[in-house]
Structures are given as C-alpha cells and as structure tokens.
C-alpha cells in the first residue's frame, strides 16, 4: 500500500489512518479522542502518521456519527472578574487534554444561563460545567433532574442530585478565625454574601469556630453585600465609621478585600498598622506588592481538573447511586496585610 502524503489529493479517512498505522479504526478513535486506553507506543506511532499525512478528523461527520458535539460548556458569572478569568483558563486546559473544544457563556446577574442550557439541549455541547449557581434556579434544576450533562464547579445548590466540585469553605473559615485569635486580633469583622453557597459556608466556619475559642462574631460586625469591589468599599468605610473600629476585617473574597485595602488607602488608615486585612480565594492580583493580600487559596486548578473529568463520566454515561461531591482544601497564605505574622498549624 502507498504511503499518502500531506499533498495527496484524495480525502483521507481514519480507515486510511489505521491502515498506514497497522493498528485498528477504533483504536485510532481513541487516539484522535485523548482516551487514556492507548498504549505508549501506539500512539506514538498513530500520531506520526497523523502529523505525516496532515489528517484532520471531520468534525460534523464524527458528530453525527456518536451524536457528541466534542465541545464542553462553561459558564462563569457576570461581570467577569479575574477569579472568573483564572476558572477559564484552568478549565480550558484540562478541556484541551482531551481534545474538546470549550464554549463560555456568561450569566447574568441571577447566576442563570439560558443560551447554554439551551445549546446543551440542542447537543451543540456534550455537557455544561457551572459556576454561578445560587438557590432556586428553576430551570438549571429542571434539567438536572432530567439527567443532563451538569456539573457544579465552585458552587452548592441544596438538596440539586449532580456532581459538584468546590472549595472546603468551612475549613477556610475556621482557619481565618484561628489564625486571627492566634495573633491577638479580637474585634474582628466580616464582609459577607449571604447570596452565594461559598459565602455562606465561609461564613458558618468563621463565626463558629471563633465562638468556639471564646470569642462570638457580634451581628453589628457583619456586613453583606454583592461580593463586589465596591461592597468592601462600602463596607470599610462603615465599620471604621462606627463607634468602635475593628482590629481585623475578613472579606469572603479577594475582590472585596481589594475594595477595602483601597478605600482604607483614601481615608489614610495604615495596613497593617491600624487594621488587619484577610481575604479568600488568592487570585493572581493578590500577591501583587499593591495589595499584598493574606488569603485563603482556592485551588482552581485541581478543582477544574475534577469537574472536567467529572462531567466526562456524566457525559459517558456513567451513573452512581449519588452524585459525586468533592471539596478541595487550600492554605492560609500569609502576607503584608496582616504584618507577616507566622501561622500555626491548622487543628481542623
């Protein structure tokens, strides 16, 4: 048989493939698709009769073929922030191992996403990763509860049966409280977003473990808002306006601290002099000599590599007796707005 090169006329097909190869059409399928069930040296040697002869699978034909689109859906909230951008890129990269395309939608302000439950309907992707879920959602639930594809990335959504991967917020929580009680911090405050599953269990852990040292949360050392910049803006203005400032603020996402250390920059409050600053999540902008930000690490990239793998399963057909529920712990990282004060180890 001869050897058809990059600059052959006739249309190649992965029958052609697996002739040229020596090896079977399913198994340069399973090439073609990133399926780990390849040897080695199989793929080594599909991969070169690929490169040599310039094959490209056709798309809408394997598409009608297995009735896969071979894209997978993401969808992020709105305004797109870096934590938003940062969740896109690890997704992507982990989407990209298999050989899938990626499609992103944004939701709106309600954490909802017609256009992409729609495209999943319509099979122009496989599957749906989510990631500004919030409580009552209709119809995301609706199609959950059909079965589709949907898997929850950084979100909760009580009593909803599907997979769902996210930070081990509680234990965060818990961390900050120990961490601020262990360096003498005692009239601490919190910025919150009752609104959102993350800011509700950072939350519960927070407030609970500093009553358990000894040390209860007062309600007047709250403040909620739209996990935004502007919501710590707000929110530092407040509490330093109050009768008794506060030693510590912990903001239940990075965004928020920045609109705190900000704000406390225009009214000339010294971090970390004045006022401990802590954050959540650890974005890139975080450890930026700007901001210089204590956090709490939400582990993005494992988190997006478990939902993508997660949603294949879904995607494959594999069913269990309940839906996968993974939390992913991070570390306190400690840094110039909280003075550097070293951190014990965590007693969970």
Known sequence: MSVLGTNSKTALTSRDIANLSGVSQSTVSRVLSGHPNVSAKTRKRVTEVLRETGFVPNASARAMRTQRSRSIGLVVSTPVNLYAMEVMREVHEHVARHRLRLSVWLADTDGNAPD??????????????????????????????????????????????????????????????????????????????????????????????????????????????????????????????GKKKPDAIFCVNDLVAYGALDAARKMK??????????????????????????TVQLPIAPMAEISVELLLRRIDGEQTPTPKRRRVEGALLVRGSTAHAPAAPSTK
Not at 174 to 182: F, G, I, K, S, T
Not at 206 to 219: H, I, M, N, T
Not at 271 to 294: C, F, H, K, Q, R
């Open 116 to 241: 992409a439950l729609q495209a999943l309907r319509e099979r122009s992707v496989d599957g749906l990763i989510y990631t500004s879920a919030v409580d009552q959602m209709p119809e995301l639930e609706a199609d959950i509860s059909a079965g589709a594809p949907i898997v929850l990335m950084g979100r909760t959504i009580r009593g909803i049966p599907t997979d769902t991967v996210a930070g081990a917020n509680v234990q965060g929580g818990r961390r900050v409280a120990e961490y601020l009680l262990e360096n003498g911090r005692r009239d601490v405050a919190l910025v919150g977003g009752r609104a959102f599953s993350p800011g509700r269990e950072i939350e519960q852990g927070f407030r609970q473990r500093l009553e358990s040292l000894g040390s209860p949360l007062a309600d007047n050392r709250i403040i909620y808002g739209d996990l935004s910049y502007g919501s710590g803006e707000h929110a530092l203005e407040q509490l330093w306006n």
């Open 269 to 294: 409050i010294r971090i970390p002099e004045d006022l401990w600053v802590v954050g959540y999540n650890n974005i890139t902008m975080s450890e930026w000599a700007a901001y210089d930000l204590t």
